[in-house]
Every structure is written in C-alpha cells, then in structure tokens.
C-alpha cells in the first residue's frame, strides 16, 4: 500500500506521460485515496468501502467513477460494503464490477455483484444496471462506443433470459440468454438446448 504522498508522485508521473488513471482507494482503511483520485482527475476510484463524506464530494466533483466491488469486501469478509447510495446521492457516478481475482474477488458473476449493489448497498435495480452497463463504460472511456443501446455505438449485447430487472440479480440462476459481438451473435442459449426446456419468452 503506497500513502497518499507516493501514490500523488507515481500517478502524477504517469498521468505526464498520457497514462489515463484509476486507483484502488479506501478499501480497508480510509487513506484520502477518493480525494487524490478527484484531484489527479483519474476515470475511476475503486472499492471505497471506506470513503468519507469530502471524498464522496470529491469524486462528485471531478465526475470520476466510484467503481464498487461488492463481491470483494463479501468475501474478504469486511463486515461492510462501500457507500453506494450515499454516493449517489452526493452525485459521484457508480459503477459497480467483480474484481474476479484468486485472492478476495471469487466471483466473475455481475449478477452477484448487483444482487450486492441492491440488497446489500441500497442501488435501485436500475441503478445497479446503469453501474454495469453505462457508467463501467464510461470508468473506461469508451462510453462513446459502448455502455449503452444509442445510433452510432457498437452493437454489443447481452441478451437476458427475463425481461424482468429483478430476475437479473437473483443468484444461482442463469440469466444471459445470448451474447452479441460486433452485431454478430456469438454465445447462444446453449442452457436451453441441453435441457430441452422451453424458451422463457419468444
């Protein structure tokens, strides 16, 4: 873990040379890393399971992304999730992702993650789908081409099994009917096919 000090010199360094930024901030302890992601103007502050209120400001401020990972602090057992609500209410746009990773991000499942956003950070279900959808696209930047259904962007999709918001956040139960690439379909409904169940909806 670097202080705020380093972390401000080797971001600044790579931020000169046209390195776009985004840093793991707060995670297990406050340490102002929201605040000096605001003022280096990096796309993405993650976790901030320990966030404060001037860091939640800052972030609003300078339009960088929370970017939350639910499923990390679950199984990390950190008795607690980062401040989704509160940061929206204070205007820092919310992303939410997985953090798949083989010490504390065991799950590759966005669903997971925004049963978690949902249940266990107060998001709306159209909250959580705009954290992975749009505003994930945008802590990247390529909310130009991607994020979103809009003339103009690339025709990359996923297709759900329910039409129903809800039934995208309940766990264990597969909800990606097809996958599209470029306008071409390239995952489809192979579940259907091997249990030979009829299709959720035509």
């Given at each position: 873990m670097?202080?705020?000090?380093?972390?401000r010199?080797i971001l600044?360094?790579?931020?000169?040379?046209?390195?776009k930024?985004?840093?793991h901030?707060d995670?297990l302890?406050?340490?102002?890393?929201?605040?000096l992601?605001?003022?280096l103007?990096?796309r993405?502050?993650?976790h901030?399971v320990?966030?404060?209120p001037?860091?939640?400001?800052?972030?609003?401020?300078?339009?960088?992304?929370?970017?939350?990972?639910?499923?990390?602090?679950?199984?990390?057992?950190?008795g607690?999730?980062?401040?989704?609500r509160?940061?929206v209410?204070?205007?820092?746009?919310?992303?939410l992702a997985?953090d798949v990773?083989?010490?504390?991000g065991l799950s590759?499942?966005?669903p997971?993650?925004?049963?978690?956003g949902?249940f266990?950070?107060?998001?709306s279900?159209?909250?959580?789908?705009?954290?992975?959808?749009?505003?994930?696209?945008f802590?990247v930047?390529?909310h130009?081409?991607?994020?979103?259904?809009?003339?103009g962007?690339r025709?990359?999709l996923?297709?759900?099994?329910?039409a129903?918001l809800?039934?995208?956040?309940r766990?264990?139960?597969?909800?990606?009917r097809?996958?599209?690439?470029?306008?071409r379909?390239?995952?489809?409904?192979?579940?259907?096919?091997?249990?030979?169940?009829p299709?959720p909806?035509?």
């Amino acid at each position: 873990m670097f202080t705020v000090e380093e972390s401000r010199r080797i971001l600044g360094a790579a931020r000169q040379r046209g390195i776009k930024l985004r840093l793991h901030a707060d995670e297990l302890a406050h340490t102002g890393g929201a605040e000096l992601a605001a003022e280096l103007g990096a796309r993405s502050a993650d976790h901030l399971v320990h966030v404060s209120p001037a860091g939640m400001k800052a972030l609003a401020a300078a339009s960088c992304v929370a970017t939350l990972l639910p499923a990390a602090a679950f199984y990390l057992r950190l008795g607690r999730f980062a401040p989704a609500r509160a940061l929206v209410d204070a205007g820092a746009p919310v992303a939410l992702a997985s953090d798949v990773n083989p010490g504390g991000g065991l799950s590759p499942s966005l669903p997971f993650a925004m049963a978690l956003g949902c249940f266990g950070m107060g998001l709306s279900l159209e909250e959580a789908l705009a954290a992975v959808t749009v505003n994930a696209a945008f802590s990247v930047d390529r909310h130009l081409e991607a994020g979103s259904i809009e003339v103009g962007k690339r025709a990359d999709l996923v297709l759900l099994r329910s039409a129903r918001l809800l039934d995208l956040v309940r766990v264990g139960v597969p909800a990606i009917r097809g996958v599209v690439k470029d306008g071409r379909m390239v995952v489809r409904d192979v579940l259907r096919s091997l249990v030979h169940a009829p299709p959720p909806f035509p």
